[in-house]
């Protein structure tokens, strides 16, 4: 879970803490923004943990098939999969698929990073296919939004605190008129030019956006092919972008009423 708060150096994340028992660090907690709270630090939730309230059948069977996969590979590897104790079986399993797992969100965060460098010093990567992916997220910006480097209009990895509402967040590129946001996918076999955008990406723009631009602001997901450099800009309807914002406050209610409220709630 993701939190932020405000400093007098401008808002900060609260990703990660201190690891007591193991040393080291470990993911930021509900009951580590509590024990915050009480000593005064307000940590605010991130736009995509508190839309994680929503149900998310797609993911959730995805993660189901990563299983289910790992079981089949190990199967036709031959690898002994009889044991007495199932849950012991279940842990291996899982450890198995979790390794695959990780290296999906360790790409999108690599892109992201590459592209942020891209942006700020405007200079290509040296990489062959950072670079055209580069490349072509600036023709689409270039294209759909005058993205112009000049005046500087956009920032990266824009972090905000809506201290009003209670949420927070970082936004991957951002102006006065426009809120962007970049996702990636890994296999150009699963990259579906003008079939990726869904509701749930309205909602968190929406948040974005009402937290960081002017009204009447635009927004958009740029989609990523990390394979061959695809790329695939969409923009979200103002009716859409409305409606998202709707359903981010309903979720945000829901989260705060049943996790953690900043304010002095449950």
Known sequence: MHFYTKTEEGVQPRHFVENKSKGGLRPSRVTDARKAAKEGEVWLPSVTGILNVLDKPALVNWKIDQNLETVHHLINAN????????????????????????????????????????IRDKQLPVAAMPQIICENVLDALNKNCEFNWTNNEFKCEEYFANQDLGFAGCADLVSDNWVIDYKSKQEAAK?????MAYMDHSRQLAAYGNALCKKGFRAANIFICLENGEIDFHEHSQEDLEHGFEDFKDCLRIYHRNSYDPFGGK
Do not use: W
């Not at 012991?88 to 592209?115: C, R, W, Y």
């Not at 990259?191 to 079939?195: A, L, S, V």
């Open 79 to 118: 690898e002994e999969l009889r044991s007495d104790d199932f849950e012991g079986f279940k842990k291996a399993i899982k450890a198995k698929t979790q390794e695959k797992m990780d290296s999906a969100p360790k790409a999108g965060t690599d892109i992201h990073n590459v592209l942020e460098s891209f």
């Open 191 to 195: 990259f579906k030019p003008g079939k």
